[in-house]
């Protein structure tokens, strides 16, 4: 039975041993994002002329499935979790998006980033709706077997929430190509003995030797390098010699670093959830990278100074990429930012409304999100293909198939901004919901 739970939710945070007594829920205090992603969605079907019976369809996810359950830790205590997924839309295909592990994850954060899902699915042509989800803890407090047991049992709460033509998951913030194989695992194990290979394209994200593609652990980091090329190409902003700062050195962060390394371009200053590292002649992102991986976070890595929040938004560079959170950049960051030209939003929603503006009157372009992260669902789709085909493609194949694609859509942007004047986000938005709008033209609403 498929569980769509409209309610609003106002339970305390999960993260705590059952009998605990109830505390205040953190991390809800946020409510704003998906207010502002509504936002975008009106302004833009403005622009595209977009029915308004469509746009109130859109306004909200179709169904918001929340499931608590319990997990013994490895102290024998038994703790409640809470997880999500919000499924916003599968006009264009099965649902799609990411799962998330955060302590201050929210209901509100999880319904921006689903429909974020479907704008992405719809922009770079994929046959993939939009959903999100993930859990509401921190996956640093717990051990490697306490962070199985929560995966598998939240992935089997979710029971035919999801499916390999319903519902695909992918990693996101907190979680990777490890959570991914648990996950498949864990749906493997439900559907019984002879459908259990045919459902291995339930998760993307997954580990090659597991099912997954080549190339998806660097796409996001890769897509979102194609589009500052394209950028620089466009401006005749020569990359080489220029200077980088990354928020976020996780999956995104890192591989854009790397990446962008090739092409002359020297990190200068990281930060993640630990803090912030400034090293003036450069950082071996490879190396950092490989310590991250080691020791789960950029602290105590010995090539650079600790630096402040404050002070690592005013370090003197000439492109940010955040790749951490959502709502890091205000008009306080933005206007800390020193020599900046470029933004490029490896993370969801990293600009606040506000900071966002402070941005455009310093003239410092924004990437947005919508495409230059889109190289993730991209390639993820391009794992689902292979599972269905039970093929694996080189990994030129799925490198030039991701190159093609993001220039594609990154032109389709920039053609839509040119002919509308209405900046690069509400462009990405315009590309989307013309097709949106289209299929639900074609379609029309059942009955
Ligand atoms: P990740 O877990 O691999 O890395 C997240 C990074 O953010 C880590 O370095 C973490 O320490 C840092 N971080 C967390 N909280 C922070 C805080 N309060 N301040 C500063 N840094 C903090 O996650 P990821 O997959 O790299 O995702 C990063 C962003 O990219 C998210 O917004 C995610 O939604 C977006 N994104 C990811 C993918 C993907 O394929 N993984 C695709 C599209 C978009």
Redesign the pocket.
Known sequence: MKKSVEQKDTSPSPDQPVTSEVKAPRGEEKPEFFKVIQGYLDDASRIVGLPDYVRTILRQPKNEIIVNFPVQMDNGEYRLFKGYRIQHSNILGPYKG?MRYHESASLDDFKA?AAMMTWKGALMNLPLGGAKGGIKFNPHGVSRSELKRITRRFFHALGSNIGPDYDIP?????TNGQTMAWAMDTYMNTVGMVSKQAVMGVVTGKPVTSGGTHGRVK??GQGVVHCIRMWAEDNRFDLHGKKLIV???????SHAAVLLSHMGVSTVAV???TGYLYNPEGFNVYRLQEYVAEHG?IAGYPNGHAVSREDFFNIQADIFVP????NQVDTQEATALNGVRLVAE???GPCTVAGERVLKERGIEVLPDVLA?AG?VTVSYYEWVQNKRSEQWALEEVDTRLEAAMRDAYRRVIEFDRAHRCGLRLACYGVALQRLGKVYEEREIFP
């Open positions: 990411g980033l992918a990693p996101d913030v907190g796409a996001t928020q976020g050195f996780g999956n995104v962060g930060g993640d959830h976070s790749a951490a959170l959502e490896g993370a969801n992260n993730g």
